[in-house]
Structure formats: C-alpha cells, structure tokens
C-alpha cells in the first residue's frame, strides 16, 4: 500500500484587493494585532520613502517619526475592522526603521527562499496572502539616546541605529561558547561574525566538534568546500568566520563536551564564558550542556531543525525552565523481530542492511583481533552468557571455516552470503510459519504488517545479485589484507561456479512478539559448545606471533569507491524483493544508512536567525540578571511547509519551599566557601547555625560520606577529618588538578520535618 498526497489549486487575491481586507498568518498569540498594525505601518512608512528621496526616516528623529506615523493612521483609517495601533511600539520601530539587522535577514531570508522554492516545485503550501514578523521585545527599554545610536562608519552601523555603540560594543564583548559546528553551528557563526558577537580582544568564540568533514556535509553546511573534505569542522568554520570578520576572536576545539573532557572544559572554562549556543544533534549531548548551564547559571540557546521544522528554547538562569525539564522524547528504534523476520518498510530493510554489515565486515573482525591480542578475552565472554556462544561460532568461522587465502575464495564466500541471507534464511521462516498459517485467534499469521516473504534464487544476469556478491567479495577481501578485484566479468563467472550445499529446513525457535524477551540460550549447554569449538581454534599466542590481524571496515558512506554504499543497497533491496517491498534507489538508500537529518538551508538560516534575536535580549538583560521581564523571550517552533510558525513565552522556572518561608528553584543552590576546606563536623555544623537545617545524611558523587546512623567508630574517624579528604577516601579517587568545587547531596530536617533542600557546592580549595 501507498500513501500519496493531494494535490490542490490555491487561490489568492490580487495586491489591490489584499491591501484593503488582509488576511494575516498570526504567529504569536499574545500579540494578535501586531499584523494589522505593521501592514498599517509599512504603508505609511512606504509613503513616506516616496516623499523622502527613499531615504528612511532619520534615527530618534521625532519630526520624521510623526510623518511616518500620520501615514500609519491614514492607512489604517482605509482598513476595514482594524484594531486600534498601538502608537507607541509603531514609533519605536519608526525611530530604528533605518537600521539593518543580520538576524532578520536570516530569518525572513529563510522563509522567503522556501517560499520561491514552493513556488518553482509546487511543492509544500504556500503562505495565505500576508506574513509579518516583529522581534520588538528585542529593543532596548528605555531607548537609547539618540546620539549613541548616530552612524560610527563601521561594519555595525545598521545595529548601531537600533541598539546603540554601547550595546554594540557589549556584544563584541561577549564570550560564547557554540557545540557543534555543522549546519546550524556554521550559520550561527556566520551570523555572530555579522553582529560582532566575541569580535573584540576582550571577547571571545569558542567552537568545538570532533566531526571531520564529508562530501555530503558540502550541501547544506555553507562554510565548507571540496578542499575541506577530511579536516576538522570546527577549525575550518572558525577560519571561515575569521574571514568575514577579522576581528571576530575566535578558538576552534576538536573536544567532545562531556564527562570524560571535564578536565578541558573545567570550572575556570565555564565560569569563564557568558553563554552557550547549543547546535548539537542528539538528546543526551544537549541533556549533559543543559546540565552544566544549570550548574554554572549560564544562559542557554537551544535549537534544532528537521528538513521544514524547526524550533528554538531559551534558557535563562533563575526565570526559565531548563531544557531537561521537558525534554524531548527518545529516539524510536525498530523492533528486532521487525528487522530479523517481518520487515514492511525500506528503511527497516536498510537498518537491516547496516547490521549486516556491522556483523560481516567490523564487529567479526574486532572479535578476532581481540581474541588474539586482549589476554582476558576469552575470559570476559563469561559475562554475556547470551551473546558467548555466537561469538565464539564468528571466531570459528573467520579464523578456521571460511578464512580466506585468495580473491577466489572471498568471491565464493559472498555467493553462500547471498543464498543464506535471500533463500535459506527464508525458506526457514516460511517452514516455521507457512503462508496458511492460523493464529491461535483464528487470525491469519501473516497479515496486517507482516508480509510472507518469497526466497530468491540466483541469478547472474541480475546486477542487484552481482552487486551484492562483487561488494560483498571486495569487503571481505579488505578484512583479510587480500587484494582484491573489481573485474565483474571474472567475479561473475566465479559466483556462477561455487557449490552450493542443498538446504533443508528444520524446526527452530523465531521470536515473532516485539514484547516478547528474547529466550536466553542455556548456561551449561552454551558453555559446553562454545568450549568445544574454542579448542578447534587456533592458539591466539600462534596467530600473534605471525602478526595476524584482521582490518575491521569503519562504514563509510561517502566514498563512492570503497563499495559500502554498494553493499548496503543492494543487500536492502534483495531484502525488500524477499518481501515485495518497494525498492529505493542508493541516494535514498544512503541517506538513510548515513542516519542522514535532511537539513534544510531555509530552515537553518531563519532557526538561527531567532537564536541571535534572543541573544540581543539575554546580553542587554545581563544574562538573566537584569529586568527583562519573561514575556520579552520567546521560545518558537515552525514548519514553513505549510506554513507554521509560533512563538511562545517561556516556562517559568519551578518554586520550591523549605521551612516557612524559604524559596528556591533548580538554579539555586547552597555556595560553601568558608575560606579553608573545613572538617565534616564544622560542615554540619554550619548548615544548623546558618540554615537552621539538621543534616541526617551527605552524598558526594556515588558515595555516601554522612550518615546519622553510621556506627559511631566510623563517624569519630570520619567527623574531625576535612571534607575533601573524606571524599576522597570514601569514593578512592584523586581531584583533578584544576577542580575547585565538590557537589553534594544533604537530606536534612527543618524543625524536625523532611525537607527538600537545593544541592550544596562546597569549595575545598584555590580560595580568594
């Protein structure tokens, strides 16, 4: 079955009728006049222009801005049912109408490229007659006075007539530190080079991302060229930006932010920027910056794109909610029955595919390597009882059964892959479950999803077949250092001439329940086959001392020549043709293995271009800690297929109370620093005599160094020790030689009531 999308014929009215009775897209409910307003506003702005030399009108000039505004109201005099203008907000936007801002730009850039590409595809909904858009939270309040914003001869001049040189040179002064330098890390660094954003010797960006870079990033990450392939993202996207601007200061890293680089990004590094742009591609990398934002109050731009959508969340420290508070939901993943034996889509023949190749081509032969150069190997197949004896069955095979010598017999292994993988295997499934098979329900097994498969049979003149033995050959021939060759001719004849044993079915235990737990094999009878074929193994001291090793083959998408996207195509359709599943050519096969987000570059630039508004609000509010008030930030969501796009305030950060009258939320917590790492007992101490908080017990990490009904031995060694000695006993592990802080748990009672109470951070050294 197919699922196919209308087509429809969409009707707009022409210019002269639209301006009279608009009809607007509201994207911001909590200002639902605002387009009405601004079409009023643009009118009159327009007529002015005309009587100006199309000159805007002058910067705080209060004379133009009347002109303008009396153009307003007779425009909206003219409009049927419009709601009143709000005059006030209308001047303001008139006094900085000759400004130019690169982050509108991008936005309204980015929506008005998609729509000329709906307009040259047909394809996705175009916008219903008129679209506005206004950042006026973004405008200073007060304004500036007007000598400040007064043209410098300088690249930020139409930022200047909005903002102001003092806040101009705030901006410069910013240190921001952007993960991620891929599609939407390569545009926010573009736009930060454009607004002079750390583009100053006391401002800084700092880039990291340990990708390298590929063909297929050249489409839609636009600091990027084909003499970049294979070098490091983050320093080409930070030379690229130092070129836009040479005086953006700029530090490119190859590090991975998370907890095993926590002694690169230490406490001096985070307490030493002023706010994070997240450009990252996956849950957990988001979760754990989210964390450290939270723990060092800095102010964070969360965003993220999927081809048409896209969304933006700000993160201000002691007004909003983090972006772990209402985090996104996992990433699904296809059941493992769906993918061994009932596949309905492409995309599971292809994940298929993908673990066929992590079986055959990497993960048999890491086993290998391991057996014969980890000492412990064999002894550590123990611990996965499961899995131990069809590892040991792949060591066999790759060691004794089926190592190969020569090009030949890598041709003749891949033609009893393709007769396992598209018949045998098939055949199997149907005896187990022929195609009349009833349900205990009464139902036909194989319906709804579940389609009967059909085994194939080979055939030389098909060049799917041919693709799958040729690639298939070659891969095995790389794991083995065997040269092998692409003579499909010679490759040909060889499939042709390799025996095949005959196959006959048998019964076997097939899981057909996704619920279901997978029957674990049994201990003693796993143990007593897998130590059998051990012994037909040879001696890995042997093998070692002829410096045996086998290649494992990363999977690499972009290299047309390296035969893996030949590989996975052609065993993907094979599967789908083994379950008459429309096949997909190998750009959409590719897309798919590579795990592919299909970035769109409309999408990207408008996504970044929010970021950068709620950037000029976090950096004139101080990073939270002035007066902006919530209502100003707006966190968005869009898909400009249809078109959709609406802004909502953000989450107020959660209140919580201990004692009568004690408030605090997850960006508080308790800052011990009493100028000397303190005993236990002083600790305890402290938090009665300031607090009023009794401490029953303390966690340090994953370890307990506190507890009330501790036996009184321990707790009269433990008590007159300083704390970081504790800790360190406790959890036998060393500080690193920058670390300053330990973070602690406290369960403790106020006026002998439970309590919940924020985490402490006690520093135990380096004091001021």
């Known amino acids: 079955m197919k699922s196919f999308k209308r087509t429809g014929k969409v009707a707009m009215k022409c210019l002269s009728e639209s301006m009279a009775a608009p009809e607007f897209m509201i994207t911001d409910f909590a200002k639902m006049d605002m387009p009405s307003n601004l079409h009023c506003w643009f009118q009159g702005l327009h007529k002015f222009m005309v009587s100006n030399n199309n000159h805007p009108p002058a910067p705080y000039d209060e004379a133009q801005a009347k002109q303008v505004l009396d153009f ?198 985070w307490e030493g920027i002023d706010g994070v742009t997240n450009a990252l591609d996956n849950i957990q990398a988001r979760l754990y910056t989210d964390g450290k934002c939270v723990y060092y109050r800095k102010p964070l731009m969360e965003s993220g794109t999927l081809g048409t959508k896209g969304n933006i969340q700000v993160v201000v420290p002691f007004k909003t909610e983090s972006y772990a508070s209402s985090r996104d939901p996992p990433e699904k993943s296809i059941p493992i029955c769906t993918l061994k034996h009932f596949p309905n889509a492409i995309e599971h023949t292809i994940q298929w595919a993908r673990d066929a190749f992590e079986g055959m081509f990497h993960r048999g032969a890491e086993d290998v ?51 396992e993988s598209f018949n045998n295997s098939i055949q199997q499934l149907l005896f187990n479950f022929p195609v009349d098979t009833i349900t205990s329900s009464g139902e036909p097994f194989w319906s709804g999803p579940k389609r009967p498969p059909t085994p194939i049979a080979f055939d030389a003149k098909d060049p799917l077949h041919i693709d799958f033995v040729l690639s298939a050959a070659i891969l095995r021939a790389h794991n083995y250092h065997i040269q092998p060759s692409t003579d499909v001719a010679k490759i040909t004849e060889l499939a042709c001439k390799t025996t095949v044993p005959a196959f006959t079915p048998k019964k076997t235990n097939i899981q057909v329940d996704e619920n279901a737990k997978p029957e674990e094999p049994d201990p003693a009878t796993s143990s007593r086959d897998s130590g059998a074929i051990l012994g037909l193994l040879p001696a890995a001291t042997a093998l070692s001392g002829e410096k045996f090793k086998m290649n494992p083959i990363e999977f690499e998408k972009d290299d047309d020549t390296n035969y893996h996207m030949t590989f996975i195509a052609a065993c993907a359709n094979l599967r789908a043709r083994n379950y008459k599943i429309p096949e997909a050519d190998k750009s959409r096969v590719k897309q798919i293995a590579g795990r592919i987000i299909p970035a769109m570059v409309t999408t990207t630039a ?107 031995a321990k707790l009269k060694e433990r008590l007159p020790k300083p704390v970081s000695t504790v800790v360190k006993e406790i959890n036998k592990t060393d500080f690193a030689p920058t670390q300053k802080y330990l973070n602690m748990e406290i369960c403790c009672t106020y006026e002998n009531d439970d309590c919940d109470v924020p985490y402490v951070r006690y520093q135990f050294r380096n004091f001021n």
């Open 72 to 269: 307003t109201q007779s425009a909206h005099a003219s409009q049927k049912d419009a709601p009143e203008l709000n005059l006030d907000v209308l001047k303001r936007l008139t006094f900085t109408a000759g400004g130019n801002l690169n982050p509108m730009a991008a936005f309204l850039g980015g929506f008005a490229a998609q729509e000329a590409l709906k307009a040259c595809s047909g394809k996705f909904t175009p916008i219903n007659q008129w679209f506005y858009f206004d950042a006026v939270e973004a405008l200073p309040d007060p304004l500036p006075p007007a000598e400040d914003c007064s043209p410098q001869n300088s690249r930020y001049d139409g930022q200047i007539v909005v903002f102001g040189k003092a806040f101009q040179d705030k901006i410069c002064r910013q240190k921001n530190f952007v993960v991620g330098a891929g599609a939407l890390g390569c545009e926010f660094l573009k736009n930060f080079a454009m607004i002079g954003m750390g583009c100053s010797p006391s401002g800084k960006v700092i880039v990291t991302d340990m990708d390298s870079i590929e063909k297929s990033n050249l489409s839609r990450q636009f600091l990027f060229r084909a003499q970049h392939i294979g070098k490091m993202k983050s320093e080409v996207a930070a030379i690229a930006a130092q070129d836009m601007n040479k005086d953006m200061n700029i530090t490119a890293m190859a590090d991975k932010v998370a907890p095993e680089t926590e002694n690169t990004f230490d406490d001096s590094f």
């Open 369 to 419: 390597n391991a057996y014969i150069y980890q000492k412990d190997f064999v002894a550590s197949l123990d611990k996965e009882p499961g899995s131990k004896l069809t590892t040991v069955q792949g060591l066999y095979d790759s060691l004794v059964k089926s190592k190969p010598t020569t090009f030949e017999q890598c041709v003749e292994w891949g033609r009893l892959q393709f007769e």
């Open 606 to 712: 408008l996504v970044t271009g929010l970021v950068c508004f709620e950037w000029y609000k976090i950096i004139q509010d101080d990073g939270g800690a002035g007066q902006k008030p919530m209502d100003a930030y707006k966190n968005g969501f869009l898909n400009i297929a249809l078109p959709f796009v609406t802004f909502s305030e953000p989450i107020k950060t959660p209140v919580m109370t201990y004692g009568p009258d004690k408030k605090f939320t997850l960006w508080d917590r308790f800052d011990v620093n009493l100028g000397r790492d303190v005993s236990l007992q002083e600790f305890i101490d402290y938090f009665m005599k300031e607090h009023q908080l009794e401490i029953s017990i303390i966690s340090a990490g994953k370890a307990i160094i506190y507890s009330f009904f501790a036996p009184k």
